[in-house]
T-cell receptor
Framework: GQQLNQSPQSMFIQEGEDVSMNCTSS?????WLWYKQDPGEGPVLLIA?????ELTSNGRLTAQFGITRKDSFLNISASIPSDVGIYFC????????????????FGQGTILTVHP | KAGVTQTPRYLIKTRGQQVTLSCSPI?????VSWYQQTPGQGLQFLFE???????NKGNFPGRFSGRQFSNSRSEMNVSTLELGDSALYLC?????????????FGPGTRLLVL
């Protein structure tokens, strides 16, 4: 099956530092998504990317859709304690019927710990 | 607008039993997807339903099944439970005209199989 390699698996940083994580795949994706999951909750969508080369920001978060369509990265600038959580990338494959309703494949997640 | 709700939130079963989990999507959403989340395998897609029809399916054995009702509420069933089925089961719904790329997740049902 399709696999996404997400790295790093975990990060321990000081408040105020910048963070970078990425995902790579052997497959081409139509869409790249980045989620954050807090303990006891479901993932929440942070950023969605729809075109190769696209660079999108959401506050202190910036994500890019790689030009090969096989990778994406997420940057968090000036981290704060509430950034703690698990960050997931997800790629959406083209569906067999050519619609946008392809299924998602998730990375293994990056566990982020921020020390005050 | 209320978010995606899942019931029950926690469940303990024994091997060989079967279990049914319920998901109520956000009002107006017609697509519902189910995922299994475990520490070892991460988030894995189970299936997606739209207008009472299965639109996508992951690579899980036939013991895992689902259905969707006319009000878009969905249930998933796992028969003959195995220890490895212990996981957080997440449901997500998407607005009309979109797919999994715009989904909103519920808090999940944590299943423990003893």
């Amino acid at each position: 099956g399709q696999q996404l390699n997400q790295s790093p698996q975990s990060m321990f940083i000081q408040e105020g530092e910048d963070v970078s994580m990425n995902c790579t795949s052997s497959s081409i994706f139509n869409t790249w998504l980045w989620y954050k999951q807090d303990p006891g909750e479901g993932p929440v969508l942070l950023i969605a990317l729809y075109k190769a080369g696209e660079l999108t920001s959401n506050g202190r978060l910036t994500a890019q859709f790689g030009i090969t369509r096989k990778d994406s990265f997420l940057n968090i600038s000036a981290s704060i304690p509430s950034d703690v959580g698990i960050y997931f990338c997800a790629g959406q494959l083209p569906s067999a019927g050519g619609t946008s309703y392809g299924k998602l494949t998730f990375g293994q997640g990056t566990i982020l710990t921020v020390h005050p | 607008k209320a978010g995606v709700t899942q019931t029950p939130r926690y469940l303990i079963k024994t091997r060989g039993q079967q279990v049914t989990l319920s998901c109520s999507p956000i009002s107006g959403h017609r697509s519902v997807s189910w995922y299994q989340q475990t520490p070892g395998q991460g988030l894995q897609f189970l299936f997606e339903y739209f207008s009472e029809t299965q639109r996508n399916k992951g690579n899980f054995p036939g013991r895992f099944s689902g259905r969707q009702f006319s009000n878009s509420r969905s249930e998933m069933n796992v028969s003959t439970l195995e220890l490895g089925d212990s996981a957080l089961y997440l449901c997500a719904s998407s607005p009309i005209g979109t797919g999994q790329e715009t989904q909103y997740f519920g808090p999940g049902t944590r299943l423990l199989v003893l």
